[in-house]
């Protein structure tokens, strides 16, 4: 098993450019979500999804769209780039939701908006 | 907002010594956990507590639980250099059981 597999590692963009961070897991997990890592803030979660064709707003979800078609997929397009939006990203899943178990972590995709 | 809040920010201890991070946090929750980051790498789940557990162990690691401080504590004991990493909790709040919310977490450098 790959677990979740996250593309591209890394990214730059310019400002209002528009672009699709993709992630996968093969573990049959139900829940999918994506975090934000920023220094000194911990991570903050963007969107996240219960199955597929169920997505939700985190705690930060402005600039940002998810759609979950397959239980494999949950893709995070940035709209209209921002430098507010360089990051680091982290898309994780549980088998079911996070009340029962943990997270399985991608390795990240890092963002520069210039 | 954030939820957890670890204490210290940055810790630096000799191999061999034992670590201990807290968290605390500010609203009641269904489960805590504890994450380590490696540099440069995604987060790897410890070790999850259940409100009505007080304590757990896994391994080198101890993990309290005090709803009444709303406070978790977690102790490496016997620490190596490969425990070099940050270390975060981060809580599930009751009746919000799809999302999981973190700490700023603590970095912890163990010297060989």
């Known amino acids: 098993n790959a677990g979740v597999t996250q593309t591209p590692k890394f990214q730059v963009l310019k400002t209002g450019q528009s672009m699709t961070l993709q992630c996968a897991q093969d573990m049959n997990h139900e829940y999918m979500s994506w975090y934000r890592q920023d220094p000194g803030m911990g991570l903050r979660l963007i969107h996240y999804s219960v199955g597929a064709g169920i997505t939700d707003q985190g705690e930060v979800p402005n600039g940002y769209n998810v759609s979950r078609s397959t239980t494999e997929d949950f893709p995070l397009r940035l709209l209209s780039a921002a430098p507010s939006q360089t990051s680091v990203y982290f898309c994780?899943?549980?088998?079911?939701?996070?009340?029962?178990?943990?997270?399985?972590f991608g390795e990240g995709s890092r963002l520069t908006v210039l | 907002s954030q939820q957890g809040e670890e204490d210290p920010q940055a810790l630096s201890i000799q191999e061999g010594e034992n670590a201990t991070m807290n968290c605390s946090y500010k609203t009641s929750i269904n489960n805590l956990q504890w994450y380590r980051q490696n540099s440069g790498r995604g987060l790897v789940h410890l070790i999850l507590?259940?409100?009505?557990?007080r304590e757990k162990h896994s391994g080198r690691l101890r993990v309290t639980l005090d709803t009444s401080k709303k406070s978790s504590s977690l102790l490496i004991t016997a620490s190596r250099a490969a425990d070099t990493a940050s270390y975060f909790c981060a809580t599930v709040r009751s009746g919000s059981a799809r999302q999981l919310t973190f700490g700023s977490g603590t970095q912890l450098t163990v010297l060989p």
């Open positions: 507590i259940r409100s009505n557990e």
């Open positions: 994780a899943s549980s088998y079911r939701d996070t009340h029962t178990g943990e997270l399985f």
